[in-house]
């Protein structure tokens, strides 16, 4: 069973080594951005553990109230050992239930390239909606912006509501 869990400070340093394995050419995160993280009032984060520390982990921004109210995933990953067994999907869906609750449209930028995510997203009711050159540092890869409607409905849908 998965169970996931509010992140703690003291689960930063395992989340930072995993961005290392995960995003080497990305920039990934060092320990004290998922501090930072923790300390901001509009992110909320979760993590999935196993004996040995955290094996997945999720944030999300939750901005604006009302007619502006927005969300924006941060960051997900699992590590590759504990990858294809529902800990992502976990994650993501629990991360897309709270921006449900708090209302508005779901944001993210994915590299084109990353055909695992970019299916996860898709299958969570996520679209292209954009696309960024040479977004990520030092790679310089491009970025999908990707959106999703409120509660996951596809934008025709959200026309003719
Ligand atoms: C994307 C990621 C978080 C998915 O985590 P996961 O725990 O392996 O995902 P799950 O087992 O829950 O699988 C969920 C869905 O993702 C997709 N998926 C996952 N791995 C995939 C792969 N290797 N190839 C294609 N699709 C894949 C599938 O649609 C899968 O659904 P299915 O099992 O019903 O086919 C993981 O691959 C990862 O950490 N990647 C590196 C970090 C990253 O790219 N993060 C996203 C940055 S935007």
Redesign the pocket.
Same mark, same amino acid.
């Given at each position: 069973m998965t169970v996931i869990e509010p992140m703690v400070p003291a689960d930063a340093a395992g989340c930072a080594r995993l961005e290392r394995v *995960?995003?080497p050419g990305d920039g990934p995160w060092p320990e004290d951005a998922f501090l930072e993280e923790l300390r901001s009032p509009h992110v909320r984060y979760r993590v999935v553990r196993d004996d040995d520390g955290v094996v $997945?982990y999720a944030g999300i921004a939750l901005l604006g109230t009302g007619s502006g109210a927005e969300a924006e995933?941060h960051?997900? $990953?699992?590590?590759?050992s %504990?990858? /294809? /067994? $529902?800990? $992502? #999907? %976990? *994650? *993501?869906t629990d991360a897309l239930a709270a921006a449900d609750a708090h209302g508005g449209p779901v944001f *993210? =930028?994915? /590299?084109t390239d990353? =055909? !695992? %995510?970019l !299916?996860?997203? #898709?299958?969570t009711g996520f679209e292209i909606v954009g696309t960024r050159r040479n977004y990520y540092r030092p790679s310089g890869a491009d970025a999908y912006t990707m959106r999703r409607e409120p509660g996951g409905r596809t934008q025709t849908e959200g026309m003719s509501s």
């Open positions: *995960l995003f $997945g995933i960051t997900i $990953g699992v590590d590759p %504990a990858q /294809r /067994r $529902g800990i $992502g #999907r %976990a *994650l *993501l *993210l =930028e994915v /590299r990353n =055909e !695992a %995510a !299916a996860l997203y #898709r299958s």
